[in-house]
């Protein structure tokens, strides 16, 4: 499978465990639940087989459609259809490329290190590649679950304050921001620490 292709061994040698039933799936890949040979448990991101060549068809279709569109409609005249479809093309081929997602968090975990509100998940780079990404298992719970974060004791004005902080930190002085920010990519850590999640997708403000 893509592990084996892409660490030079299947999951079972290259982990001291690995779940070949998915946590999580998605149209580019799905999440397995996994443990380092030393233990340490992690979550293994899998690129789905042939995932690229058919985003690069669709792509190629999407373009030509917006050429017609911009060249004979006149929602053409009025919009940059054509620049739409550009930018939509660079985030997804990013995110395709694991390695890059591997490389936004350590570049959160940097420029975060001395926030002690934010957890970014480590990545295990000898377990990494294009198309396999290996990272921390964070633990919370999830930032939208308001029940569970009362039943845990957590202070939910704390988590708020400590959430809208981190973004405008984000966005404001680092000029490098997760763009990406629905509930499903924050949980909440004891001592309302959250835990950020997924960044195949970033922006950037000179």
Do not use: C
């Not at 053409?76 to 490329?97: I, P």
């Not at 997602?101 to 975060?112: K, P, Q, T, Y």
């Amino acid at each position: 499978g893509v592990v084996e292709e892409e660490l030079g061994a299947p999951p079972e040698k290259v982990f001291a465990w690995f779940d070949p039933s998915p946590q999580a799936s998605a149209s580019i890949g799905q999440v397995h639940a996994a443990r380092l040979i030393d233990g340490t448990p992690v979550v293994v991101k899998v690129q789905r087989p042939g995932v690229e060549a058919s985003v690069t068809r669709d792509l190629a279709v999407l373009a030509d459609l917006a050429h017609l569109a911009a060249t004979r409609t006149s929602l053409g005249e009025y919009y940059a259809v054509e620049g739409w479809v550009e930018e939509f093309a660079f985030t997804l081929r990013n995110e395709l490329d694991y390695t890059r997602e591997g490389h936004n968090a350590d570049r959160f975990r940097r420029n975060f290190a001395g926030e002690p509100a934010l957890h970014v998940p480590q990545v295990f780079w000898e377990r990494t590649s294009h198309r396999v990404l290996t990272m921390e298992l964070i633990q919370g719970i999830k930032i939208s679950d308001v029940a569970a974060l009362d039943a845990a004791g957590l202070d939910r004005h704390r988590v708020a304050e400590n959430s809208v902080r981190i973004m405008l930190t984000e966005v404001f002085e680092h000029g490098f921001f997760h763009a990406d920010p629905h509930p499903g990519n924050f949980f909440v850590l004891p001592g309302e620490v959250i835990g950020l999640m997924d960044f195949g997708m970033v922006g950037r403000l000179d």
